[in-house]
T-cell receptor, first 114, second 111 residues
Framework: GAGVSQSPSNKVTEKGKDVELRCDPISGHTALYWYRQSLGQGLEFLIYFQGNSAPDKSGLPSDRFSAERTGGSVSTLTIQRTQQEDSAVYLC????????????FGPGTRLTVL | GEDVEQSLFLSVREGDSSVINCTYTDSSSTYLYWYKQEPGAGLQLLTYIFSNMDMKQDQRLTVLLNKKDKHLSLRIADTQTGDSAIYFCAEIVGNDYKLSFGAGTTVTVRA
């Protein structure tokens, strides 16, 4: 498709389970970003990829969070041993790759941890 | 606290102009953005402005930047019901790549 896609659109899980969230960036975009949107914290940056490498993981809230990107395209955000405070909308964005290039967002994955 | 601040709510009558305000604290902000989020949807880029500009107009949207006061505004002319959404102001500082967002302004358009 023409835009950033994310799956699943909604995920309900039980506390303690692991979840994987997927992002398909716009074709040709080398930069990929994960953000989290939650009621208490607003929109927060999580991690940034340039190609397959992640030069900035500073936004990941704990070591339960990890992300990878393969083939310079699809990225997976993994949350291990989910907690209720992980409930949020996880947004992915991609851009052409230069600093300050416009970031285009996907529709997000709404994660609910029971 | 956040480096980008916005008022939380705005109610406007259909057909009137809406003005959404934002202040930022980092004088080295280079690009400033307005994103729109409709219920249950992701973020849609509306417009952006470079820090060396004072104004940018795009159809019904006008962005004004006052660098001295670190103030950014988005004016929507002839506001329609489809403009009801949350509007986020965001900045990129210097040569950085991550967006820093304000809390968002919820705009409600009433008939």
């Amino acid at each position: 498709g023409a835009g950033v896609s994310q799956s699943p659109s909604n995920k309900v899980t039980e506390k303690g389970k692991d979840v994987e969230l997927r992002c398909d960036p716009i074709s040709g975009h080398t930069a990929l970003y994960w953000y989290r949107q939650s009621l208490g914290q607003g929109l927060e940056f999580l991690i940034y990829f340039q190609g397959n490498s992640a030069p900035d993981k500073s936004g990941l809230p704990s070591d339960r969070f990890s992300a990878e990107r393969t083939g310079g395209s699809v990225s997976t955000l993994t949350i291990q041993r989910t907690q209720q405070e992980d409930s949020a909308v996880y947004l992915c964005a991609s851009s052409l790759g230069g600093p300050r290039d416009t970031q285009y967002f996907g529709p997000g994955t709404r994660l609910t941890v029971l | 606290g956040e480096d980008v601040e916005q008022s939380l709510f705005l109610s406007v009558r259909e057909g009137d102009s809406s003005v959404i305000n934002c202040t930022y604290t980092d004088s080295s902000s280079t690009y400033l953005y307005w994103y729109k989020q409709e219920p249950g949807a992701g973020l849609q880029l509306l417009t952006y402005i470079f820090s060396n500009m004072d104004m940018k107009q795009d159809q019904r949207l006008t962005v004004l930047l006052n660098k001295k006061d670190k103030h950014l505004s988005l004016r929507i002319a002839d506001t329609q019901t489809g403009d009801s959404a949350i509007y986020f102001c965001a900045e990129i500082v210097g040569n950085d790549y991550k967006l820093s967002f304000g809390a968002g302004t919820t705009v409600t358009v009433r008939a």
